[in-house]
């Protein structure tokens, strides 16, 4: 079993930037997708970024540019680095773990994410 813990999110004006972190229980990023998903009110979660053991990335065209995902095998943790955000990035934002033979697929609780001014 993997617990995935995310951390900051919050309220930020158009332009800002926000930290999402992500505390795994253990050691696993050599055998798992790590990934940022978001769901907006009203509409269906979609894939934000990932990043695979080999630490190769995966960016939407709709964050490329703006949004960074990264990690540190150390501290078992993933982030997600969001700047230039924008009001229609508001959203839960909820970190994934899926193992390399899709056997096993875990989420966090999810982190408010509000761009507003």
């Known amino acids: 079993q993997v617990q995935l813990v995310e951390s900051g999110g919050g309220l930020v004006q158009p332009g800002g930037s926000l930290r999402l972190s992500c505390a795994a229980s253990?050691?696993?990023?050599?055998?798992?997708?790590m990934g940022w998903y978001r769901q907006a009110p009203g509409k269906q979660r979609e894939l934000v970024a990932t990043?695979?053991?080999?630490?190769?990335?995966n960016h939407v065209d709709s964050v490329k540019g703006r949004f960074t995902i990264s990690r540190d095998n150390a501290k078992n943790t993933v982030y997600l680095q969001m700047n230039s955000l924008k009001p229609e990035d508001t959203a839960v934002y909820y970190c994934?773990?899926?193992?390399?033979?899709?056997?096993?697929?875990?989420w966090g609780q999810g982190t408010q994410v509000t761009v507003s001014s």
């Open positions: 994934n773990a899926r193992r390399v033979d899709h056997l096993f697929d875990y």
């Open positions: 253990g050691s696993i990023f050599n055998i798992y997708v």
């Open positions: 990043i695979n053991p080999g630490g190769s990335t």
